[in-house]
């Protein structure tokens, strides 16, 4: 994939002559042949100015030329658009009543200014399929074994302006479907509005909206993205009035609570501190805040004594939740706590949950109480664990919410809290009160003692993990409800957390668990730059702004003989998502069935730009009827602005006869992504060994090669070529032995070997929480960035006195590109390896003062959107550290030569003595490479 560290504005085009062996784009001679996987060597030809604040943009998809069958993600620069939530409203003079109901402007869903946290590069399409066209066979897509799918991002802002339409949408009255541009139109028929439906082709009149045929330049016939503003779904007449005046008038307050662990060490609440302190300069000064600290106990602190420290002192052990309640018998809840709570914050929960504006003294104050008393705790390490009551912490926040709306529903208040954020930080297991979780080695003790008396224990230690698990699942889902969201840091490098059981904690509500090892490196901490702020400031100023609203609703539909099979994203089934009690009483894997033509609803955890939905599909009969399907995804939600908003996304894609065509104008990137992710969402829920997962890989990459072995027998079988991928016949007879392996089937190839050797399958020595956090991110994660996640970003830097980044050389990721003279910048997603070789190492140090300074700068900038902020880590040839960088390249010293040449045509410039030393560094393992891996799947489907 092309490398991320592009020129921002792409205006300058990459000059092929000047190129050693770059594969750009298919050859002129083979129009239809697919994109190779990686370029051997691209010189990035344009300019990017280091101290600018423009964001470079990401382009993980192979750029293609005029035949390319897969246009690029575009770098041109970032469509410009108004940076607050207007529409214009038409002049009535000269204007039809029905133009009038156009609006010229879409209403943005995140800021359009780099410079704001909630911005995100703009992406040209919301949809991405597998594939241009579906074969029209179900026997043969499923023998074939290549996923149909498509990756959803849909409140992300795309490249040309989406149109706002203020006025009713029109939909089918059999279906439910949105009218959309794929709809045949009669309208010039007696005037009558008829139009057939795109998705189940039943006739519908609607004559008062479609008079005639002059309707037919609306956007919605014009566009595949259509935005809606009903005027008569809007909440209050006062949002009405904003809708068609286009004025903005309603307060935008939202609440934020940050839940800190007492146990954090001094050092880490100095950090703690700071990021805090920076983000909440991010937010807007009405924002409510509140601030939580729990041990054994919970203390909520209280901001109306101005400059002062002061909290209240609640229980850790009691709960106000079902699933608490069945666990514990009525003597340990005594008292129905949930009533006690809303009773006690009925009418001080003022002082709890303040106005930034009003608070930023008495927080500082606060967090200098925090960290005098973790300042003054002895470092000895206690042999009883230190006691962490997280859920009756969070109990308490969402009281506090309950609270406010109490008092706005009964007229005591007029600020209306509408959604927000729960930050909590932990430095180990919840050990106390409601959600305690046994600690691991506790139960091991208990199961190696399981034959004495005691050891009856073991029993509810399993019981209460259980437990435990269904009360943060109740609590996740009612956050949701209350429209707020909670992302969850587990700090501490040797700590454990259960990371498998917190996580539902946040996925229901669209939160995140973030492994915050260390809050600053060595290269942070020496770093004197202030334009990038530290990557747990970045990640925390991030999670607070990127909501844009509230109680989402997302529905997929499709035309009649399609049926999905999957979704993977952050979205929660229910029968009826206006239903709260529904909502409570949702499953995560529920089964229900859906009458086919009809839409599939769910309740998003949370809206936002970042949110994405992988979906899964296929033939529901033996063949389709007519050439295309048609795919409608609609998100319903209540910006900020207490605005009702409806988007509608609609997709076609075309019905070929052969499974040529089919491979032809297939996606191998995606194709990759939506294996990959069900592989690891199958790996996450199934007690499987890893091995076991490895060998379902090579399973499901060996049918897809099983599609291309030749047949002399079959004239449809594909011909032999002089220079296939695999060559398993070197003498290039026509045998039944050989196999013709397109360049965009081997690219799927490659990315799954990737997957087999990355964290997401743990090959690695990693603790199961860092995995489980890796996989949950990688499942709710973009196209762009799971590919990235896959197959590690590898660029060399050669002249590194020159910081214009105009040499920049985007390599794959083999290992024999690791030579002396060189540095290698390797980009994980997760974090950032910068490699020094021995001979390279001199010059570094030569470098101008601020010369590494400013590479580090250009590498935040290119980096400054991704959720979590990746870690820069500097090392030199030989260290400890280098092993992590060469464990994720492909080992390709053990090719021949040729091979290695044909995968890096810059090894073509080293003399017989550098390459020999260079083929000396690298130890002798059992690991097969790539090439080494393909040959062997190959000769056992032979």
């Given at each position: 994939p092309a490398?991320?560290?592009?020129?921002?504005?792409?205006?300058?085009?990459?000059?092929?002559?000047?190129?050693?062996?770059?594969?750009?784009s298919?050859?002129?001679?083979?129009?239809?042949?697919?994109?190779?996987f990686?370029?051997s060597?691209?010189?990035?030809?344009?300019?990017?100015?280091?101290?600018?604040?423009?964001a470079?943009?990401?382009?993980?998809?192979?750029?293609?030329?005029?035949?390319?069958?897969?246009?690029p993600i575009?770098?041109?620069?970032?469509?410009?658009?108004?940076?607050?939530?207007?529409?214009l409203t038409?002049?009535?003079?000269?204007?039809?009543?029905?133009?009038?109901?156009?609006?010229?402007?879409?209403?943005?869903?995140?800021?359009?200014d780099?410079?704001?946290p909630?911005y995100?590069?703009?992406?040209?399409?919301?949809?991405e399929p597998t594939?241009?066209?579906?074969?029209?066979n179900?026997?043969?897509?499923q023998?074939?074994?290549?996923?149909?799918?498509?990756?959803?991002?849909?409140?992300?802002n795309?490249?040309?302006?989406?149109?706002c339409?203020r006025?009713?949408a029109?939909?089918?009255?059999?279906?439910n479907?949105?009218i959309n541009?794929?709809?045949?139109?009669?309208?010039?028929?007696n005037?009558?509005?008829?139009?057939?439906?795109?998705?189940?082709?039943?006739?519908?009149?609607?004559?008062?909206?479609?008079?005639?045929?002059?309707c037919?330049?609306?956007?919605?016939f014009?566009?595949?993205?259509?935005?809606?503003?009903d005027?008569?779904?809007?909440?209050?007449?006062?949002?009405?009035?904003n809708?068609?005046?286009?004025e903005?008038?309603?307060?935008?307050?939202?609440?934020?609570?940050?839940v800190?662990d007492?146990?954090?060490?001094?050092?880490?609440?100095?950090s703690?501190?700071?990021g805090?302190?920076s983000?909440l300069?991010?937010?807007g000064?009405?924002?409510?805040?509140?601030?939580?600290?729990?041990?054994?106990?919970?203390?909520v602190?209280?901001?109306?004594?101005?400059?002062?420290?002061s909290s209240?002192?609640f229980?850790?052990n009691?709960?106000?939740?079902?699933?608490?309640?069945?666990?514990h018998s009525?003597?340990e809840?005594?008292?129905?706590?949930?009533?006690?709570?809303?009773?006690?914050?009925?009418?001080?929960?003022r002082?709890?949950?303040f106005p930034?504006k009003?608070?930023?003294?008495?927080?500082?104050?606060?967090f200098e109480a925090?960290?005098?008393?973790?300042?003054?705790?002895?470092?000895?390490?206690?042999?009883?664990?230190?006691?962490?009551?997280?859920?009756?912490?969070?109990?308490?926040c969402?009281s506090?919410?309950?609270?406010?709306n109490?008092?706005?529903?009964?007229?005591?208040?007029?600020?209306?809290v509408?959604?927000?954020?729960?930050?909590?930080?932990?430095?180990?297991?919840?050990?106390?009160g409601?959600?305690a979780?046994p600690?691991t080695n506790?139960?091991?003790?208990v199961?190696?003692?399981?034959?004495?008396?005691e050891g009856?224990?073991n029993?509810?230690g399993e019981?209460?993990?259980?437990g435990?698990?269904e009360?943060?699942?109740?609590?996740g889902?009612?956050i949701n409800?209350?429209n707020?969201?909670?992302?969850?840091?587990c700090?501490?490098?040797?700590?454990?957390?259960?990371?498998p059981?917190?996580?539902?904690?946040?996925?229901?509500?669209?939160?995140?668990?973030?492994?915050?090892?260390?809050?600053?490196?060595?290269?942070?901490?020496s770093?004197?730059?202030?334009d990038?702020?530290?990557?747990?400031?970045?990640?925390?100023e991030?999670l607070?702004?990127?909501?844009c609203?509230?109680?989402?609703?997302f529905?997929i539909?499709?035309?009649?003989?399609?049926?999905?099979?999957?979704?993977i994203g952050?979205?929660?089934?229910?029968?009826?998502?206006g239903?709260?009690?529904?909502?409570?009483?949702?499953q995560?894997s529920?089964?229900?069935?859906v009458?086919?033509?009809?839409?599939?609803?769910?309740?998003?955890?949370?809206?936002?730009?970042r949110?994405?939905?992988?979906v899964?599909?296929g033939l529901?009969?033996?063949?389709?009827?007519?050439?295309?399907?048609?795919?409608?995804?609609v998100?319903?939600y209540t910006?900020?602005?207490?605005?009702?908003?409806?988007?509608?996304?609609?997709?076609?894609?075309?019905i070929v006869?052969t499974?040529?065509?089919?491979?032809?104008?297939?996606n191998?990137?995606?194709c990759?992504?939506?294996?990959a992710?069900?592989t690891?969402?199958?790996?996450?829920?199934?007690?499987?060994?890893?091995?076991?997962i490895?060998?379902?890989?090579?399973?499901?990459?060996?049918?897809?090669?099983?599609?291309f072995?030749?047949?002399?027998?079959?004239?449809?079988?594909?011909?032999?070529?002089?220079?296939?991928?695999?060559?398993?016949?070197?003498?290039?007879?026509?045998?039944?032995?050989s196999?013709?392996?397109p360049?965009?089937?081997?690219?799927?190839?490659?990315?799954?070997?990737l997957?087999?050797?990355?964290?997401?399958l743990?090959?690695?020595?990693?603790?199961?929480d860092?995995?489980?956090?890796?996989?949950?991110?990688?499942?709710?994660?973009?196209?762009?960035?799971s590919?990235n996640?896959?197959?590690?970003?590898?660029?060399v830097?050669?002249?590194?006195?020159n910081?214009?980044?105009?040499?920049l050389?985007?390599?794959?990721?083999e290992?024999m590109?690791?030579?002396s003279?060189t540095?290698?910048?390797?980009?994980?997603?997760?974090?950032?390896?910068?490699w020094?070789?021995?001979?390279?190492?001199?010059?570094?140090?030569?470098m101008?003062e601020?010369?590494?300074?400013?590479?580090?700068k250009?590498?935040?900038?290119?980096?400054?959107?991704?959720?979590?902020?990746?870690?820069?880590?500097?090392?030199?040839?030989g260290?400890?550290?280098?092993?992590?960088l060469?464990?994720?390249m492909?080992?390709?010293?053990?090719?021949?030569?040729?091979?290695?040449?044909?995968?890096?045509?810059?090894l073509?410039?080293l003399?017989?003595?550098?390459y020999?030393?260079?083929m000396?560094?690298?130890?002798?393992?059992?690991?097969?490479?790539?090439?080494?891996?393909?040959?062997?799947l190959?000769?056992?489907?032979?």
């Amino acid at each position: 994939p092309a490398s991320p560290y592009s020129n921002p504005t792409g205006s300058a085009a990459i000059d092929s002559s000047k190129l050693d062996a770059v594969i750009l784009s298919p050859t002129s001679e083979s129009p239809q042949s697919p994109v190779r996987f990686v370029p051997s060597s691209i010189v990035i030809s344009s300019d990017v100015d280091s101290t600018s604040n423009t964001a470079p943009s990401f382009n993980p998809i192979p750029s293609g030329g005029s035949n390319s069958n897969f246009s690029p993600i575009p770098s041109s620069p970032f469509a410009s658009s108004p940076s607050n939530y207007v529409i214009l409203t038409p002049s009535a003079s000269g204007a039809s009543p029905s133009q009038q109901h156009v609006t010229s402007l879409s209403i943005n869903h995140v800021s359009t200014d780099p410079n704001d946290p909630s911005y995100l590069p703009p992406l040209k399409r919301c949809v991405e399929p597998t594939a241009k066209v579906i074969l029209n066979n179900r026997d043969e897509l499923q023998k074939s074994g290549i996923p149909l799918g498509l990756s959803v991002t849909p409140l992300i802002n795309i490249t040309k302006p989406v149109p706002c339409l203020r006025r009713t949408a029109v939909y089918c009255k059999n279906c439910n479907a949105f009218i959309n541009k794929y709809c045949k139109t009669f309208f010039e028929r007696n005037n009558t509005g008829q139009w057939v439906c795109s998705l189940c082709h039943h006739t519908n009149y609607n004559q008062a909206e479609y008079s005639d045929d002059s309707c037919l330049n609306f956007p919605e016939f014009k566009k595949k993205v259509v935005d809606f503003v009903d005027p008569l779904l809007q909440h209050n007449s006062h949002s009405l009035g904003n809708i068609l005046n286009g004025e903005n008038n309603q307060t935008r307050v939202q609440a934020y609570f940050f839940v800190i662990d007492l146990n954090l060490s001094y050092t880490d609440l100095v950090s703690l501190k700071s990021g805090i302190i920076s983000a909440l300069n991010s937010l807007g000064p009405l924002s409510k805040i509140g601030i939580v600290t729990f041990s054994n106990v919970v203390s909520v602190y209280q901001f109306n004594i101005h400059g002062v420290a002061s909290s209240h002192i609640f229980s850790g052990n009691y709960s106000g939740t079902a699933a608490y309640k069945n666990m514990h018998s009525a003597n340990e809840n005594k008292t129905n706590y949930e009533a006690y709570l809303k009773q006690r914050f009925k009418e001080d929960f003022r002082q709890f949950l303040f106005p930034l504006k009003d608070c930023m003294t008495t927080i500082d104050q606060i967090f200098e109480a925090l960290i005098s008393s973790a300042g003054a705790k002895k470092t000895v390490e206690k042999k009883t664990p230190q006691p962490r009551c997280l859920g009756a912490a969070i109990e308490i926040c969402l009281s506090l919410i309950e609270a406010n709306n109490d008092s706005v529903n009964n007229n005591k208040t007029q600020t209306n809290v509408q959604g927000g954020g729960i930050v909590a930080f932990l430095t180990g297991i919840p050990n106390r009160g409601p959600g305690a979780i046994p600690d691991t080695n506790e139960t091991a003790t208990v199961a190696a003692n399981r034959n004495k008396p005691e050891g009856r224990d073991n029993i509810s230690g399993e019981l209460q993990r259980e437990g435990a698990i269904e009360y943060y699942k109740e609590l996740g889902l009612k956050i949701n409800v209350l429209n707020f969201r909670l992302d969850l840091f587990c700090c501490g490098l040797r700590n454990v957390f259960e990371v498998p059981v917190l996580q539902n904690l946040v996925l229901s509500n669209g939160g995140v668990i973030i492994m915050q090892k260390q809050f600053l490196n060595d290269i942070e901490k020496s770093s004197q730059n202030n334009d990038y702020p530290a990557p747990f400031n970045r990640t925390l100023e991030l999670l607070l702004n990127r909501a844009c609203g509230k109680n989402g609703e997302f529905s997929i539909q499709c035309s009649n003989g399609v049926s999905f099979t999957h979704i993977i994203g952050p979205a929660i089934k229910a029968r009826d998502v206006g239903d709260k009690d529904s909502i409570k009483n949702a499953q995560y894997s529920a089964q229900e069935t859906v009458e086919e033509g009809k839409p599939h609803r769910f309740r998003l955890g949370i809206v936002s730009g970042r949110v994405n939905v992988s979906v899964f599909y296929g033939l529901s009969e033996e063949t389709l009827p007519g050439d295309e399907i048609v795919f409608q995804f609609v998100v319903k939600y209540t910006n900020w602005q207490n605005n009702y908003l409806i988007r509608v996304i609609t997709h076609k894609t075309r019905i070929v006869p052969t499974f040529d065509l089919f491979i032809s104008r297939l996606n191998p990137y995606l194709c990759s992504v939506l294996m990959a992710k069900k592989t690891v969402l199958f790996a996450r829920k199934q007690s499987t060994s890893s091995d076991e997962i490895l060998e379902d890989i090579d399973r499901s990459l060996m049918k897809i090669l099983k599609n291309f072995k030749v047949d002399k027998s079959n004239p449809h079988s594909p011909a032999p070529v002089s220079n296939p991928i695999v060559n398993t016949n070197p003498t290039n007879t026509t045998t039944n032995n050989s196999f013709v392996v397109p360049l965009n089937v081997d690219s799927i190839a490659k990315y799954l070997y990737l997957l087999k050797r990355s964290p997401l399958l743990s090959p690695l020595l990693q603790h199961p929480d860092d995995v489980d956090c890796i996989r949950c991110l990688f499942l709710h994660s973009s196209f762009e960035e799971s590919l990235n996640i896959l197959c590690p970003f590898v660029f060399v830097l050669q002249d590194f006195k020159n910081t214009d980044f105009n040499a920049l050389k985007v390599v794959s990721p083999e290992d024999m590109v690791m030579q002396s003279k060189t540095m290698i910048v390797m980009d994980t997603y997760f974090d950032v390896y910068l490699w020094c070789g021995k001979e390279s190492v001199g010059r570094l140090e030569g470098m101008e003062e601020n010369g590494f300074e400013l590479w580090r700068k250009y590498i935040r900038s290119v980096t400054r959107f991704r959720v979590p902020q990746p870690y820069l880590m500097v090392f030199n040839e030989g260290s400890s550290m280098a092993r992590n960088l060469q464990c994720r390249m492909i080992p390709s010293h053990k090719d021949a030569y040729q091979q290695q040449i044909r995968s890096l045509p810059q090894l073509a410039e080293l003399d017989q003595v550098e390459y020999n030393a260079l083929m000396k560094k690298f130890h002798k393992t059992d690991e097969p490479s790539f090439l080494q891996f393909i040959t062997q799947l190959i000769r056992q489907v032979s």
